[in-house]
């Protein structure tokens, strides 16, 4: 398969390149040539076919012979060690769980097929040692070190501000060792980023390392967020209802996903993106304005994105025609006050126990199916509630329990190194 930066689409990529570069020499995103479509004998047997096959179905297309079909599958091997269960709520309304992956968050899917590929790439093409290098607000770091952890040919270095990640956080950036270094610093995430870019564009730091990002727009990141949608239909095959799915967005990479996999021939009917007070896209779709602005703090604050970056992705899909695309979607923006109530009221009416991403998610599903009863409607969970521990235990007035693979890395020793401006940075990758 072939990629093509959406700046210009005379500028192709190989898959390998599109994985080690992330982004096209014009700044552009990647984005497959074509989007292939499932033959329907996929669909009628998808019930003999384990999670790995399913994936395998669904990807290899998109890597084509560039990952040697063995590898491949050992690569997705690897990636869906876990489960992905549709658990019921209410009555029209189940919940798709991805938080079941070591960092309890979906975004482990992503990091460890990405630190598949670029293990494999960086092997096979004897590249030297690739340096991933990241800035995080919380979950990205926490998934892609653990994503990354062992691989060869691999270092990872991770920036992420001091006392603004949570606890758990934390312990998921610095305690993992081996070829994983965390750098604390002395600023805010803003500051982390800054200095993230700056030594991309470094040429003594260039000259002496290969640099590399691990961040949401890498096509390899993106797309096997599509098993989630396929793995999910597996189990709600039978529903005699239309499918939609309400999915926590911030930087658009998962719905996006989501909306390839409908490209692709899965039978969901209707996506909602749903929005904390960060709502450029929920605008977007009422006034056909895309209008950016900076980014407000929440509760749900992997979504506080005031420039979803995959958002052209999802305008790609639907070839620019802004009438396909309302058919297709719908989005609602909540404020922090709802969604701590949502918490609250699934607790109290169904026991079930919410984070503050999930609860957007829930939020914008129950809007939907207010107008559109006939569906039946699934929100994504994209993180567990114990990563946001305070919210949710004052939302629902109790303790909440602490997973045992959770408690195993609160008590491993913490390992980072402070730095406080961007010759710090600079003096730690040229040693
Ligand atoms: C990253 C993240 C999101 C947003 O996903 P996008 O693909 O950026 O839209 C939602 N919830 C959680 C918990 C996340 O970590």
Redesign the pocket.
């Known amino acids: 398969m072939k990629y093509f930066s959406l700046n210009n689409r005379e500028n192709t990529s190989s898959f390998e390149n599109a994985v080690i570069k992330g982004l096209a020499s014009d700044k552009g995103l990647y984005f497959p040539e074509r989007i292939p479509q499932l033959p329907k004998g996929f669909f009628d047997k998808i019930d003999e076919l384990s999670q790995m096959e399913i994936a395998f179905e669904v990807i290899k297309d998109y890597v084509g012979d560039e990952i040697p079909e063995n590898e491949l599958k050992a690569i997705i091997d690897q990636t869906l060690d876990f489960n992905f269960p549709v658990v019921p709520v209410e009555k029209h309304i189940g919940v798709l769980e991805l938080?079941h992956g070591p960092t309890l968050?979906?975004?482990d899917v992503g990091a460890r097929f990405m630190a598949g590929c670029l293990g494999y790439f960086a092997k096979k093409g004897k590249l030297g040692n690739i340096t991933v290098l990241v800035a995080t607000s919380?979950?990205?770091g926490g998934?892609v070190a653990n994503g990354f952890l062992g691989v060869e040919g691999i270092d990872v270095v991770i920036l992420y501000p001091k006392e603004k990640v949570s606890g758990i956080q934390e312990k998921q950036l610095t305690t993992l060792g081996q070829n994983i270094r965390a750098l604390e610093v002395n600023g805010s995430f803003d500051d982390c980023q800054d200095m993230v870019k700056r030594a991309f564009l470094d040429e003594e730091i260039q000259k002496k390392r290969q640099l590399t990002s691990a961040n949401?727009i890498n096509v390899a990141r993106w797309l096997p967020?599509m098993f989630y949608y396929f793995l999910a239909w597996k189990q709600l095959k039978d529903k005699k209802e239309e499918l939609v799915f309400s999915?926590?967005?911030?930087?658009?990479?998962?719905?996006?996903?989501g909306l390839m996999a409908r490209e692709m021939g899965l039978p969901i009917k209707h996506f909602i993106a749903a929005n904390n007070t960060n709502d450029v896209v929920t605008r977007y779709l009422e006034t056909e304005k895309f209008e950016p602005k900076p980014s407000v703090h929440t509760i749900?604050n992997?979504?506080d994105?005031g420039n979803?970056s995959?958002f052209v992705r999802v305008l790609e899909i639907f070839q620019n025609e802004f009438k396909n695309l309302k058919e297709a979607l719908s989005s609602y923006s909540f404020d922090d006050e709802k969604t701590k109530k949502a918490i609250k009221e699934v607790y109290r009416k169904a026991s079930y126990v919410m984070?503050p991403?999930?609860a957007v998610g829930y939020l914008g599903l129950k809007e939907f199916l207010k107008e559109n009863p006939e569906y039946y409607g699934v929100f994504?969970e994209?993180?567990h509630p114990v990563?946001f521990l305070e919210t949710v235990e004052a939302a629902i007035g109790k303790k909440i329990e602490i997973p045992d693979k959770v408690k195993v890395f609160m008590n491993k020793e913490k390992r980072s190194e402070e730095i406080s401006n961007y010759d710090d940075l600079k003096q730690y990758l040229l040693k």
């Open positions: 938080f968050a979906f975004k919380g979950d990205t998934a949401s967020q999915v926590p967005s911030g930087n658009f990479g998962n719905i996006c996903a749900s992997a979504m994105i979803p995959n984070d991403h999930g994504l994209t993180a990563k």
